[in-house]
């Protein structure tokens, strides 16, 4: 917690207030990766998915928590998106990460295909301890809509310390990378702009690794 402790001072001024979040929606650009995924014969959602959780993982300060009235780092991720049911309303799901691209995708399939035949609500995280809750973040998709913000809705304002993360439609750029509005909700006690920028230089990094 070394790196925390540099910002301790920050982080109490934030907590202090109201809402304590940041939230900023931008133009995220990166190597296209689609060919790459119709070549491999790969989702392009859950391959998405899978390097965006690598990249937050790189960049420490997206794993800060509040727990028990004291500041964690928590050690692993777990995905939760939201998804439309066969009624076209949405819904929640939820699976274990795992560092294997494959094994990933997998497990994301699975989530998805549960909870689009899953009538009623599920994975709502009123199943789960305040402990384990703190290893999630919450991912949302627009892929219609080419917005410019967003607002994520949350238990309630103070101490909401789970990030919250969405992307809209793909747009192709003239010199071949893909563009998308992007946005990123996170306590600003642990996160700061220059935070967000890194983490879209990384999620940047490890595609262009990725299909290299």
Request: aromatic share 16%; proline share 5%; with cysteine.
């Given at each position: 917690?070394?790196n925390f ?33 119709k ?46 049911n ?28 549960e ?11 009123s ?36 990030p ?49």
């Open positions: 917690m070394k402790e540099k910002r301790r001072d920050r982080f109490e001024l934030f907590e202090s207030m109201e809402s304590p979040f940041l939230n900023v929606t931008f133009r995220l650009e990166v190597p296209d990766f689609r060919p790459y995924c070549e491999q014969n790969l989702p392009v959602f859950h391959f998405f998915l899978y390097y965006l959780f690598k990249a937050l993982m790189n960049v420490e300060n997206f794993r800060y928590r509040i727990y028990d009235g004291e500041v964690i780092l928590i050690d692993q991720i777990i995905p939760s998106y939201t998804i439309l066969e009624e076209n309303i949405f819904n929640f799901t939820r699976f274990e990460f795992s560092d294997d691209v494959n094994e990933f995708i997998r497990r994301s399939l699975a989530a998805k295909d909870s689009m035949k899953a009538p009623k609500l599920i994975h709502s995280a199943d789960v301890s305040a402990r384990d809750l703190k290893d999630y973040v919450f991912i949302t998709s627009l892929p219609w809509l080419d917005f410019t913000s967003i607002q994520h809705p949350v238990g309630r304002f103070k101490s909401a310390d789970i919250s993360l969405a992307w809209g439609k793909f747009s192709t750029l003239p010199d071949g990378r893909l563009s998308m509005p992007f946005s990123v909700q996170a306590h600003h006690g642990f996160v700061d702009g220059y935070h967000i920028h890194l983490l879209a230089e990384e999620i940047g990094r490890v595609l262009a690794e990725a299909i290299k």
